[in-house]
């Protein structure tokens, strides 16, 4: 099994920074790939920012081009996200996920980010 655990969320300021991250522990040789979403009440799990364990290549939704870097601390097992430029709309539970080639079947529990106008 494959243990994830997020920390670094909070309540920031629009157009301040945050910067998310993602403990791995456990069999983590299964993991191939992580990934951020985000969630906001009601509505569906959403995609942020994926990276690649071995080769270090990102992909990111739209909505956060440009504003959002995923990246990993090899040494530590963790993935970060940091968030900058943030905008109210940014609001929601980010979760961190990790899997392999086919399915994202490890969760974390979530981090709640809060950005106030």
């Known amino acids: 099994q494959v243990q994830l655990v997020e920390s670094g969320g909070g309540l920031v300021q629009a157009g301040g920074s945050l910067r998310l991250s993602c403990a791995a522990s456990g069999q983590t040789f299964k993991i191939y790939t992580m990934a951020w979403f985000h969630q906001v009440p009601g509505k569906e799990r959403e995609f942020v920012a994926r990276?690649?364990?071995?080769?270090?290549?990102?992909y990111y939704a739209d909505s956060v081009q440009g504003r959002f870097t995923i990246s990993i601390d090899n040494a530590k097992n963790t993935v970060y996200l940091q968030m900058n430029s943030l905008k109210p709309e940014d609001t929601a539970v980010y979760y961190c996920?990790?899997?392999?080639?086919?399915?994202?079947?490890?969760w974390g529990q979530g981090t709640q980010v809060t950005v106030s106008s």
């Open positions: 990276i690649y364990w071995s080769s270090g290549n990102t």
């Open positions: 996920a990790a899997g392999g080639r086919t399915t994202l079947n490890y």
